[in-house]
């Protein structure tokens, strides 16, 4: 048996192996959250993007990571710090995000000698190459085989089952954490596309500045995240004042705890300028759109999808600006990740719509 066929034979061997042993996954990595999409399983993890880390002596070690990470948010001693490795939607801590990634990958399946999973995972439609870059290598730093990468806006579309491959036009606007994704799309191609670097964690920190300004109270980052879903909304109507929530801070008048009853109408003030700058995003989307798309988009509507679609009256707010009609896609949460999920599964198919940043 010569040489060559030996080695050709192990390749052969390996290489099925690889593909045996390997979990391929499709990967959400949200500012907020990250959701991991398994051929075959479906969504199998949906955790905060949150990394616990201790730094003792100059020397950095993980602590904890996702949902156990969260809950240490603004509750840490000095040593430990709760990070959150991706802002806006792009990698700002590369070697914590590479950590968490690693995590994820590790608790999804205990990874054998062997195990190297392919992944596909989604960027921003706005993100530079360097970002793309960053996100790929700390992929690849986490043990993947192979990685491709897919415009989050693409991927909402294909999991809110949008006909992109069609010659039809399609409006999908995904609200994630600290961006939101305008794209117009047809024919497996994105027409135009916008990032807005608006998203649920802005929506927090204009409701903590708006109650701090407004009720001289210091309130938390998961404080303000707790209002925003069981009583936030993106426009008053005559009953917000009857929808009413207690919350507990710090004074700034005396710097001692106490708690105040705010209504929907004061979260609905808080969230005014966010709210506008996402229906003036989708606006501007519509006016850079071929008239023939917009044709079809009056007739379809626009989709809404990512957590901060769940903002209650968003979709009424849109259609009141833009006088087109907007519906929240079903499972709003999972779209992208879904969305992921099927480009993943074919990835022949898909191969038009997958990026590779080299």
Same mark, same amino acid.
């Given at each position: 048996?010569?040489?060559?066929?030996?080695?050709?034979?192990? /390749? +052969?061997?390996?290489?099925?192996?690889?593909? +045996?042993?390997? %979990?391929?996954?499709?990967?959400?990595?949200?500012?907020?959250? %990250?959701?991991?999409?398994?051929?075959?399983?479906?969504?199998?993890?949906?955790?905060?993007?949150?990394?616990?880390?201790?730094?003792?002596?100059?020397?950095?070690?993980?602590?904890?990571?996702?949902?156990?990470?969260?809950?240490?948010?603004?509750?840490? &001693?000095? #040593?430990?710090?709760?990070?959150?490795?991706?802002?806006?939607?792009?990698?700002?801590?590369?070697?914590? $995000?590479? !950590?968490?990634?690693?995590?994820?990958?590790?608790?999804?399946?205990?990874?054998?000698? +062997?195990?190297? &999973?392919?992944?596909?995972?989604?960027?921003?439609?706005?993100?530079?190459?360097?970002?793309?870059? $960053?996100?790929?290598? *700390?992929?690849?730093?986490?043990?993947?085989?192979?990685?491709?990468?897919?415009?989050?806006?693409?991927?909402?579309?294909?999991?809110?089952?949008?006909?992109?491959? !069609?010659?039809?036009?399609?409006?999908?606007?995904?609200?994630?954490?600290?961006?939101?994704?305008?794209?117009?799309? *047809?024919?497996?191609?994105?027409?135009?596309?916008? *990032?807005?670097?608006?998203?649920?964690?802005?929506? =927090?920190?204009?409701?903590? *500045?708006?109650?701090?300004?407004? +009720?001289?109270?210091?309130?938390?980052?998961? /404080?303000?995240?707790?209002?925003?879903?069981?009583?936030?909304?993106?426009?008053?109507?005559?009953?917000?004042?009857?929808?009413?929530?207690?919350?507990?801070?710090?004074?700034?008048?005396?710097?001692?705890?106490?708690?105040? !009853?705010?209504?929907?109408? #004061?979260?609905?003030?808080?969230?005014? =300028? &966010?709210?506008?700058?996402? $229906?003036?995003?989708?606006?501007?989307?519509?006016?850079? /759109? &071929?008239?023939?798309?917009?044709?079809?988009?009056? =007739?379809?509507?626009?989709? @809404?999808?990512?957590?901060?679609?769940?903002?209650?009256?968003?979709?009424?707010?849109?259609?009141?600006?833009?006088?087109?009609?907007?519906?929240?896609? =079903?499972?709003? @949460?999972?779209?992208?990740?879904?969305?992921?999920?099927?480009?993943?599964?074919?990835?022949?198919?898909?191969?038009?719509?997958? @990026?590779?940043?080299?």
């Amino acid at each position: 048996m010569s040489q060559g066929y030996c080695f050709e034979l192990c /390749t +052969f061997v390996l290489n099925r192996l690889f593909g +045996f042993l390997s %979990t391929d996954m499709a990967i959400d990595l949200g500012t907020a959250n %990250t959701l991991v999409y398994v051929n075959g399983k479906g969504v199998v993890l949906n955790e905060p993007s949150v990394v616990a880390v201790s730094n003792i002596n100059n020397r950095i070690e993980v602590l904890a990571v996702g949902n156990e990470a969260k809950q240490m948010l603004g509750k840490t &001693p000095g #040593h430990i710090r709760a990070i959150r490795p991706l802002r806006d939607g792009v990698i700002a801590d590369f070697e914590i $995000a590479e !950590e968490m990634i690693k995590y994820f990958i590790k608790k999804i399946h205990n990874r054998g000698i +062997f195990t190297a &999973p392919r992944i596909v995972i989604c960027v921003p439609y706005g993100a530079t190459a360097v970002e793309r870059r $960053a996100i790929q290598e *700390s992929a690849e730093g986490a043990g993947a085989r192979e990685v491709y990468l897919i415009e989050e806006p693409m991927a909402a579309a294909i999991g809110a089952g949008l006909p992109i491959s !069609e010659p039809i036009g399609s409006i999908v606007v995904d609200i994630g954490g600290g961006t939101t994704e305008v794209a117009v799309v *047809s024919l497996g191609g994105i027409v135009y596309a916008s *990032s807005i670097r608006v998203g649920g964690d802005k929506m =927090d920190d204009e409701i903590a *500045s708006y109650i701090r300004k407004n +009720f001289n109270l210091l309130i938390g980052e998961a /404080t303000a995240e707790r209002i925003k879903k069981e009583i936030g909304s993106a426009i008053c109507m005559q009953s917000s004042k009857d929808v009413k929530m207690v919350i507990k801070g710090r004074s700034l008048l005396d710097g001692n705890p106490r708690d105040i !009853e705010i209504t929907q109408k #004061h979260v609905a003030e808080a969230l005014m =300028d &966010p709210v506008s700058t996402i $229906a003036s995003g989708v606006k501007e989307a519509l006016e850079n /759109t &071929p008239p023939e798309l917009v044709s079809d988009i009056i =007739d379809n509507g626009i989709t @809404l999808t990512g957590g901060g679609a769940m903002l209650h009256n968003l979709d009424t707010v849109v259609a009141h600006v833009t006088g087109v009609i907007a519906k929240v896609a =079903d499972n709003p @949460l999972n779209c992208v990740v879904l969305g992921t999920g099927k480009a993943l599964a074919e990835t022949k198919k898909s191969g038009s719509i997958l @990026l590779k940043t080299y």
